[in-house]
Structure formats: C-alpha cells, structure tokens
C-alpha cells in the first residue's frame, strides 16, 4: 500500500471496524467444492484460488483481504500459511480469522495468534509482515481466511491489486472507495496538491474498471490464469495483471513528466554540480594534452578506485560521527571522503567529468532484473539506478562507475536495453532515454580444455575459461562480496552443470581478478572417467562442455509471453583429447552451420591427428527480447542445436576403421 499524506486530519466514523471482522462474512462451501479433486480449469495445479477480494477505503481508512483456496496436492498445503506485508508505522492490524474445512465439511477454525514480524526497519520506515498458517490442512481442505488492515486517518492509500496470484484464480472482486471531501487536501512530500486520481490497468480486452455514482471503483474478474512461471521470463511488470490506483497532480502523463522531469534535473544537477574543488580534483587526474577518451578513462580509473559501499556496507551513525564523516550530500562530499553508494559514484563521475570540459550526462534507469520503464505509470520511484553518458568524439558512450568492476565502456546487463529519465544533450531539460543493447562480441566465455584419456577410461586434464563481459563481471563482484573458499565452492558448482558424468572439476584460481579492465581467466584441473565401452569401441561425448547441457527452449513447444535471456553472448570451446595407445578413431563430430538469420549461429567442427581429437564449437545468439512470434523460430533452432550437441566421438582398439 503506497500512502498519501493529507493535509489535515479526518475524523474516524464511529462504525470504523468496531468488530475486528466486520467487512464481509465466511461462505458456505458447496458440494462440488468439497469435492473437487483436480481442476479441469487448471490442469496439474497444487491449488486454485475459488474466490479473492481486496477492499480499500479511503473515508473509513481500512483495506481487507479475503481468500478462499482449495488445497489439491501436497504442495498446495504450503497455501495454508499466508504472509501479508504492511506499514507497521501508519497502519495496524484490527481482525484475523481463519479456518480450515474438510472434504467431509468438518469446518476447523484457526485459534492460533498470528506472528506480526518485523520485516524492514529504518529511520522513517518499518514493514511488518503478519504471518498466520491454518490449521488441521489435508488435500481436499478449503482455506478461507479475511484479515483487515486500518491505516491513519491522516493518510491516504493508492493501491496496487496484484490480479494474477500463484495459482489460477476462479472469481475475483476488487473495490476502492477514494477520499471524496472538498474539505480536505490531499498533498505530497512537496507540498503539492495531488487531488486528481488515476489508474492504469493490465489484463485482457474487457476487463476493465468500473466507477459507480458513488464514486467507487471495481474491477471484477475470473478465470485469471496462474502467475507466469517459465525460465528466461521478462521482468514480471511487462507480463502481470494488475491494476494500480495514484494520486497525482496531472491530468495527462505529458504534464506529470514536464513537471516531475524538472524536480528530477534538479535534484541531480544540484547533487552532481562541478564544483571548485571537483575542478581542482580533475586538473589532477587528466592531462591538459590527454584526449577526451582518455580523459574519460582516467576519471572512470579514479571512481573506480573509490570504496563503493553497496559492496562493502555502509558506515553507521556511530562510525560516521568517529571518523568525522557526514552524510554525502553532494558529489563534491562523495569525493572528499572518498566513498560512496552506486548511485552517489556514478554521479560523482558525471561531475568529474563534467568539471575536466567533457560533455557528461547522468541517467537515471529502472534495473531491468526487476521491471521494465513503463512511461505510463506516472511514478519518479520506478526508477533505481544512476549511470552516466559521456560525449567522446561527437558519440555518446554508455558506462556504469557505480557498478564496481565494471570496464569502461560497458554496461551490467540490468542497465542495459532498459528507460528512465536523462539529460538532453542539447536542452539541458529531463527527457526520456534507452540505453542500448549489449552485443554477443561484449559478452564472451571461451573454454580451452585439454585431456589426457587413460586406457581404462580415465581422464585428467585441465581447462582454461577465458571470460570478458558480464560473467567476468559477475565472478569479479562475487568475489568482493564473499571469501575465497565460497567463490572456489560456486565456482565449482557453476562448473558442474557443464561437465560430462563421471568428471569433476576443481577450481585451482583466477588469473586477473582485480583488473577490471581485463579478461578474466579461471584454471581448473578435471578428473575422473566418462564415456561408455562396448567390445572393441568406446563411446565419448562428442562435445565435452555440451554432454550434460540443459537446452533451453526446446521442451517448451509453445510459448505465450516473450523471452528474456538477460545479455547475448558468445560461447567458445577446443577440447583436445590426447588418446591412450592403441586406440584409434572410428568416428567423429559432424562438422555441423546452423544459422538462425540476425539471431544465432552454431558453428561445429572436429578432427584427429598424431593420436589426438579436436574438437571445437562457437554458439552465438545476438538477441536480447524476443516476442511471442518469433518464438518458433527460436525453439526449432534449439532443437537442431541440441541435436548437433548430442553426436558422439567414437574410438576403437586396433588399426582405424577403412572409410572413415
């Protein structure tokens, strides 16, 4: 529930939940309810939803949930504990029931007190979450429980009602009465009068909110079909249904993002101003005859070198008052004392580069692993994250300092191919803005391994994992946040999902850790046996790194939201078996060119020599979304790669087979 305050105080009507349960009754069950076994509407589903509603008013101040749920598996009983998320400081708990019915109807109500547990914490804010978990649950049970919520009288609430749940929903019904009193105010944290309500709505053609003359507002629905839930989803704001209810003081979204762009610019220009002393820090980090690129570098190397504290932590009020450190509030300050959070480096670098005569922009963007920019819901706080543009040679270059370990001229993936508000080049004035994508030639793993084979099946060898991009930056970042025995134990487990049964693979160490600005590469030494023997030939994986590969894609014929894989990248693999003597080559790899045009290549090929195999692959996908139609496109292809990584490297004992 996201609050408003009011400019004055209302009073309470004397009928506000004078009993804890007051809003709505418990249903009665019918028979076929009692009896469902399985969903035809929902096919395999641990549970299914018969009936929610949410209830918000805004003149009685309170906001019910109320659930009924049928239990059809053992992994539906997990339904029966329920965790509901609340402002602790405005609003409070005024009615929990519950209870549990039988098959048979024995109707068991829950007499257990709920846990109100403390979930976040902070100066101006604490989140609660009530947690409560019905009784006596079997399959077949039906839970049914209601629980109402009373906020301040000096608030105000826009709700969100999350449509889609976990589990198919049969009926829904949502309400919202807003505060409908001209003698009242209602204000934001500015001061300014946000009296006009809006809502934006996602879900199918026809379902849609209904104003009543009483100025309340209804969105009924059924047959909502489970929250998506397959691998390489979008962000779950671009797919869910919802709707969501705000107060503003714009009738149009061109008017909220005029007006909220300029506090943005602001608020940023004030915090990242070039100031003296950051002139004077700049003179002495570039040369008068340095080019802009190496301008830019070399303050990108200086920001870097600073303490970013969302990788370490961030110094409490005790620490800050010893070290005589005050809260950063400008980027001069974030200098000074020469740490800061992301956000606060990446402005710092706008700054600095800005106070060294480059034409610096700062960013500020919604992180993609969370949700995409939606430019129609008229909120500033979808955005998270700070970057910064930097003009080099008349072309705007995209970079990420508050992304420790970041290279220059790179971007971490949840920065990359997603919106938010920048500074216009040439106005000054906020403006909407999209990074770019990344590319697959940014993003690299190649894996060099070589293999001695024992006659008995035995292997030992060693592989070397070259990694540019995003999985060198992953591997860097983990290593600031962990010891080096938990980056040696994820690193083998990482590993682990590449290599052949039978082969284990040990992380010996890191050659380039701390230089960001390099490739990293990994050393692991491998042992073990793979393969299988029949009379005189012996079966290996043909391709090594592939033998115990999940496809994605292939098992998921149809497909009915886009895909997300994050990044495009590029994977490389030479393996060299040096065989045992003896033993000859019956069979290898085809040499296999698959090309899925503008998206994916797979590229395959294998040879012997002097008692050796060769055997090297490159997959590369050069795609980041894709829609629904063309997912097609994308699961053939998959198929014919994970047949081509299925082929085998035959051998034998003897002289060569003739004719191959």
């Known amino acids: 529930m996201r609050n408003r ?35 035809p509407k929902a096919p395999g589903a641990a549970a299914v939803y018969l009936y929610r509603e949410e209830t918000t008013d805004d003149t009685l101040h309170y906001h019910s949930y ?168 979008p962000p779950l704001n671009t797919v869910k249904w919802r709707v969501e209810f705000y107060y503003t003081a714009f009738r149009t979204g061109e ?20 100031t003296k002393a950051l002139q004077d820090a700049a003179s002495g980090l570039v040369g008068a005859g340095d080019t802009e690129e190496q301008k830019a570098r ?31 509030k400008d980027a001069e300050d974030v200098w000074n004392q ?72 790179e971007m971490h993936w949840k920065h990359a191919l997603t919106g938010g508000l920048r500074m216009d080049a040439k106005s000054g004035n906020a403006t909407f803005g999209i990074v770019p994508p990344l590319t697959y030639k940014e993003d690299v793993v190649n894996r060099v391994a070589s293999l001695d084979m024992g006659a008995d099946g035995s292997v030992t060898g060693t592989v070397r994992i070259v990694l540019s991009g995003q999985d060198a930056l992953r591997w860097r970042q983990l290593a600031l946040r962990n010891d080096a025995e938990e980056v040696k134990k994820q690193f083998n487990e990482w590993m682990r999902n590449g290599l052949p049964d039978g082969i284990q693979g040990d992380f010996d160490h890191f050659l380039g850790l701390d230089d960001y600005n390099s490739n990293l590469i990994a050393t692991v030494k491998v042992t073990g046996a793979m393969g299988s023997a029949t009379g005189k030939h012996y079966f290996l994986p043909g391709l090594f790194f592939e033998s115990h590969a999940k496809h994605p894609f292939v098992t998921e014929k149809d497909r009915a939201i886009p895909v997300d894989v994050h990044y495009p990248m590029l994977e490389q693999d030479d393996v060299t078996y040096h065989l045992p003597a003896g033993y000859t080559v019956e069979s290898l790899p085809q040499t ?46 998959y198929e014919k790669v994970a047949t081509a990584d299925e082929q085998q490297l035959v051998l034998g004992r003897g002289p060569a087979a003739k004719g191959n």
Request: glycine letters at 6%; hydrophobic letters at 40%.
């Open 338 to 409: 020469k740490s800061g959070a992301s956000d606060d480096l990446a402005l710092l670098y706008v700054a600095l580069a800005q106070a060294a005569g480059l034409q610096a922009y700062p960013m500020q963007v919604v992180n993609r692993n969370r949700a995409i920019f939606d430019q129609n819901y008229l909120s500033l706080g979808q955005l998270d994250d700070y970057i910064a543009i930097v003009s080099i040679g008349g072309k705007e270059v995209f970079l990420d300092p508050g992304e420790k370990m970041c290279p220059f001229g």
């Open 298 to 328: 070399k303050i990108y190397d200086a920001v870097m070198k600073l303490e970013n504290t969302d990788f370490t932590r961030t110094k409490s009020s005790a620490e800050r008052k010893t070290e005589n450190l005050k809260q950063a």
């Open 255 to 274: 008017e909220f993002w005029k007006d909220e762009g300029k506090y943005w610019a602001k608020d940023t220009e004030k915090f990242a101003s070039p």
């Open 592 to 637: 296999t060119n698959l090309n899925w045009t503008d998206h994916a290549l797979l590229k395959m090929a294998a040879a012997s020599k002097d008692g050796s195999v060769r055997v090297m692959r490159a997959m590369a996908y050069n795609y980041t979304i894709l829609s629904q139609s063309e997912y097609g496109a994308l699961h053939d292809f």
């Open 66 to 233: 109320y659930e009924r749920i049928k239990v059809l598996t053992e992994k539906g009983k997990e339904l029966a504990t329920v965790r509901i998320p609340y402002g602790r400081r405005t609003t409070k708990v005024r009615g929990v029931a519950g209870r549990t019915i039988h098959p048979d109807g024995t109707v068991i109500p829950m007499t257990t007190k709920p846990a109100d547990l403390v979930a976040v914490k902070t100066k101006d804010t604490q989140i609660n979450t009530m947690v409560f978990t019905l009784p006596s649950v079997e399959v077949g049970s039906i839970l049914e429980y209601k629980l109402d919520l009373q906020y301040d009288d000096d608030v105000v609430s826009s709700p969100t009602w999350d449509v889609q749940q976990p589990y198919f929903v049969h009926k829904a019904h949502y309400m919202f009465t807003p505060l409908h009193d001209g003698a009242h105010t209602i204000t934001n944290s500015r001061g300014q009068t946000v009296g006009q309500l809006m809502y934006s709505v996602r879900a199918p053609a026809g379902n849609k909110v209904v104003a009543d003359q009483r100025g309340r507002y209804t969105f009924d629905i059924a047959d909502v079909p489970a929250t998506p839930d397959s691998d390489w989803m």
């Open 5 to 39: 305050t009011l400019l004055c105080a209302l009073f309470l009507l004397t009928a506000l939940i004078s009993s804890p349960l007051l809003h709505g009754q418990f249903q009665t069950p019918t028979k076929e309810e009692l009896q469902m076994t399985a969903d």
